[in-house]
Structures are given as C-alpha cells and as structure tokens.
C-alpha cells in the first residue's frame, strides 16, 4: 500500500516549515513508523553530500537524520544553488544538470515534473509516511503554473496540509487568512488546519485572534508554539545573522571571531558549531571595522570570482591582513579557501568571464576551476593535532598547493583506498584553508582551533564542553514540538485525510 503524506507549507518562508517537518518526522519515527522526507525542489545554497556523493539540501539530510535514515537524492530530486540575482546552477538527482535562469523559471516543472514524481514514488512504495515540505508560500498565485513544490506536489501525493506562519514577524493572522483566500477551490480543501511558529507573550492574547482565523478559514488551529532560543538544529538557506549567537557571552576572555559575509554563501551551517561555544562571539564582517578580531572567517561561496571582488571592494582584504599582522588566525572553507590562494584560474568560463584572477595571496596555492563537481563525504585527522574530522567535500574547483604551505587534513572518501592530503596551512600556522564542510562539527577539532586562537591572547586553554549529539537535539525538538502542538490529531490527518 503506498505510504500515508502530510505536508507542512508556509505562509512565507522562514516560518520553521523544515524544523517542524524534522520534528514531525522524529516523532512518527518514535511511533514505530517507517517514515521519509521529501521536498520535490529546494532553493538554497546549504547543501549536503550523501553516502553516494550526491548533492541534496541541508535541511533534508538534517530530516533524514530525525527519520534515523541516511541522506538519499530521492529527498531532495531538484536543488537549485542561486549563483547571483538572476543565475543558479540546477541540481537534479544529486547531479549538476546546468545552469537555470530566473527567466526560465518553468523549465524546473516543464523539464523536471517527472523526475520528482518518481522520486516522490519510489518513497511512497518503500514507506508508511512521507512527511512533505513546501517552499516559500502556496499563495504566490503568479507562480501557480509553474509550482512543483508547494500544492502541485500536494495533488501529485494527495497530500493533507498543515499551514504553518511565523508571529514573530508580525501579521500573522492576515498571512493566514490571506494565504487561504489566495489558494484556488481544489487546493484550499487540502488544508486541514494552521499552526503559529514563534510566539512570545501571553498566549490568552493570541486566542481571540486564532478563533477569527479558524472562522474564516474553515480549518481549525492545531498548536502555537513558542519561540525558541536554544534551538539548535540546523535551518535551511538563508543567513539567520541573528541566530548566530543565541546565548550571547559576557565572558571577558571571550575569542572575537569575524565571519565575512560574502555574497552568494554557502554551506554557512558551518559557523553554528562555533557559534555555540561559550567563549566565541561570532561578528558579521561587510567591511572595515574597529572592532579588533582575534580570527576572520571566509566561508564557502558559489561565486568564487564574485566574492573575490567584493572583498576588495569592500576592503575585507585589509581586514585580513590586519588580523594576520596581528598574529591571528585566517581560515577559508571551500569558496573562502579558493580566494585566499594566490590565482585562480577559470579557462572554461565555469564562474566568470576571466580566465585568470589574482587571489588575496594569503597562502601558497592555485585554484582551477572545472566543469565537473566534486562531492563525497570525508573522515580522517587533522595533521597539526590529530583530532578526527568528518565532513563532505562539495566544490568545483580543484587547488594544487605549493612549497610554503603544509597540508591541513589526512583524509578518506567513501570508495577512496587510503588517506589524502587535503586543505593548506601557512608557515606560521596562522592562515588555513579547506575543501571540508562541517570540520567544526568535530568537538574535539573545533576546540583546539578555538585554543590556538585563545593562545594568542595568552588565555588558557579549555576543555572540549559536553555537548547533545545531533540524534539527541532531534529528541529534544520533537518533545517540544509535542508539547505545543496537537500530535495525534495531526495523526488523525495523516491517517485519514487521502486525496482521490
């Protein structure tokens, strides 16, 4: 019998639809239920690499943990990766299927319908419930014809819908009333209830305008759950600055670490694990500041060549160098690592019309870039500490490293025979740059980053602090979730409410 759906959609984005399909996910897992995510198209430049090397969005690989599954491409078949306003590079099935251009929007649906609905079928068969996420909103009528996300996909799974808005950016009530209004006579009668994400306050407050919405509506509200701080599971795509320090420190011998916020980021999921630690205060970086930096981050950007100029442009480059001459660390991540070298060379235009670009010079290497994409999951040490690392590499220059630099990491992919070198670091073991994502994910790594850091300043080092696994944060989110929101009536939906 093909699985059970639910489906959760947003009055925008940003209400916490990935958050709550993980919980939800979590939570039907704890019931004893074979359950899957799937989100037919995803746009965001946090990607995650699975067992097979194929590229699927962050979220979903975060949803497959709380379903205890490993990441597969069939949760995630069309990930669109934005290269600037009006470019991004379109992945399907975990592949680069070329570019996509704002203009041609249609042509995820014209070319690709199927290619999700087979994905969506294959889980169907293999699961008791599929638990579906949306994109954005439902309501953006002029995007209607060429939707294979949001209610398309509810008709394609015969999917009940839960409509979730976020209160914490106001407007809440209208956002639900409005988007009901908006959705066409078929689609309205796959929503089968509302929940509010993010309240503050009194609830007895909110309640006479939640009986409004259920009235004029027709569905009934089914939780209101309140903003959480400690959240601590990792979000979806865009870059939530604020989130980055949840539990701000006062501690005098706190480590300021900068992160450059280049255009196009990506994989800036990398920065959470920092931003947890109770000595580090994680600094936005557009350009020249007074604020004195004990380290500088360049994270991974899907415009290597763009995020070069910009970092010029805006003098970050002396903000760099600044903190280099005073003896703290620089660390590149992918895209970061790239700019950091010496050149990069692009003779197929794969970024940019130059074929060759000079870099910040800040270490030993030279990036060419090529057509072919690499990703593969890594595990392995750290040469300077041997602490162990995990990660996954996704990227499509390649850099040769020269004679000043040492090799950062030892590493392995999956169908690898033995360790490689990967990742450079200067003479001085001050400026470091890596191909790896989530390399901060490792306590024991992070910590002797964050202590060689501290050693400049002369303050003592620290210990690793015990900390929740990501199975145990899961937990966490879905005993919160079930406390605020009515689970077995959500159940009921799923059981009963099926589409013909």
């Known amino acids: 019998m093909p699985a059970r759906t639910l489906m959760v959609q947003g009055t925008a984005s940003h209400v916490g639809k990935s958050v709550l399909v993980a919980a939800f996910c979590r ?53 669109i990766k934005p290269s600037g306003e009006l470019q991004a590079q379109l992945v399907v099935n975990g592949e680069v299927a070329g570019t996509l251009e704002a203009s041609d929007f249609g042509r995820v649906r014209r070319d690709y319908a199927s290619v999700v609905e ?77 929940l509010v994400n993010k309240f503050r306050g009194d609830r007895d407050l909110l309640t006479p305008g939640l009986r409004v919405v259920e009235e004029r509506t027709g569905v009934p509200c089914l939780g209101v759950l309140p903003f959480w701080r400690a959240m601590s599971v990792p979000q979806e795509d865009a870059l939530e600055w604020d989130a980055l320090s949840p539990t701000p420190t006062e501690r005098a011998d706190a480590v300021a670490i900068g992160v450059a916020d280049v255009p196009c980021i990506s994989n800036f999921t990398d920065m959470e694990p920092l931003a947890r630690e109770c000595d580090v205060r994680l600094l936005r970086v557009t350009g020249p500041t007074s604020e004195p930096l004990d380290a ?23 903000v760099a160098r600044r903190v280099q001459a005073g003896g703290g660390t620089i660390l590149g991540v992918c895209g970061g690592y790239q700019l950091l070298g010496r050149r990069i060379l692009d003779p197929d235009g794969v970024e940019s019309p130059e074929t060759v670009l000079e870099g910040l010079g800040l270490l030993d290497v030279v990036t060419s870039f090529a057509r072919s994409k690499v990703t593969v999951q890594v595990s392995g040490i750290h040469k300077p500490s041997g602490c162990p690392i995990e990660g996954y590499e996704v990227h499509m220059g390649r850099t040769v490293v020269g004679e000043r630099v040492s090799r950062l ?78 689970i077995p009536r959500i159940a009921a939906i799923a059981t009963r409410d099926r589409f013909l």
């Not at 946090?46 to 597969?72: H, M, W």
């Not at 954005?136 to 008709?155: F, T």
């Not at 003479?427 to 980053?449: E, K, N, Q």
């Open 27 to 79: 939570l039907f897992h704890r019931q004893g239920l074979r359950v899957a995510p799937f989100k037919a198209q995803n746009m965001s430049n946090n990607s995650f690499v699975t067992p097979d090397g194929k590229e699927i969005g962050r979220a979903q690989a975060v949803q497959a943990a709380a379903c205890r599954l490993p990441p597969r491409a069939d949760f995630n078949p069309v990930l």
């Open 118 to 194: 087979q994905a969506f079928a294959r889980l169907a068969e293999e699961f008791d419930l599929v638990v579906l996420e949306g994109a954005g909103s439902p309501a953006e009528v002029n995007l209607r014809g060429i939707d294979i996300v949001n209610m398309h996909m509810a008709k394609v799974a015969r999917a009940p819908v839960v409509l979730v808005g976020d209160i914490d950016r106001g407007g809440v009530l209208a956002a639900l009333v409005g988007t009901m209004a908006l959705l066409a006579p078929e689609e309205r009668r796959h929503v089968r209830g509302f």
């Open 296 to 318: 500088l981050i360049f994270p991974g950007t899907k415009q290597t060549a763009q995020a070069l100029r910009f970092v010029r442009e805006r003098r970050i480059d002396d």
């Open 409 to 486: 990491f030892e590493v392995q992919g999956r169908d690898e025979g033995s360790l490689r070198a990967e990742g450079a670091v200067s003479a001085d073991g001050r400026v470091m740059g890596t191909y790896i994502h989530g390399a901060f994910d490792a306590p024991l790594f992070r910590r002797w980053f964050l202590n060689e850091v501290r050693a400049t300043r002369g303050w003592k080092a620290l210990d690793p602090r015990p900390e929740p696994s990501l199975d145990q944060r899961l937990d966490q989110l879905a005993d919160f979730v079930a406390l605020h929101v009515d």
